[in-house]
């Protein structure tokens, strides 16, 4: 029952952000002009130039945080390894006496 309302409140929550970027793209309809380093682009609405600079940024921020799990629980993991290694030779150590 909690499972499906979390998985409600995702896709509430989802379908805000969508229609918020809607939103800012209807609003802001003004061509602007975007000069990126290499590449320029003469003439794009606003919101939709707004709305690309939120999903690039959202995508890097997932894929950096998905990194940093990775390597957290792989160090911890590395560690209870060691950890398991070090009883197992102190044991070793011990029964062959």
Do not use: C, D, H
Request: hydrophobic share 60%.
């Amino acid at each position: 029952m909690l499972a499906r309302l979390a998985l409600t409140l995702r896709w509430l929550l989802f379908l805000l952000f969508f229609a918020l970027g809607l939103w800012m793209v209807a609003v802001n309809a003004t061509p602007v002009r975007l000069n990126l380093v290499f590449w320029v682009i003469p003439g794009i609405n606003a919101g939709l130039a707004l709305v690309l600079a939120f999903a690039a940024g959202s995508l890097m921020g997932i894929l950096v945080g998905l990194n940093i799990y990775t390597r957290t629980r792989l160090r911890t993991q590395l560690w209870w390894l060691k950890r398991e290694v070090e009883r197992l030779r102190q044991q070793n150590l011990s029964g062959s006496k």
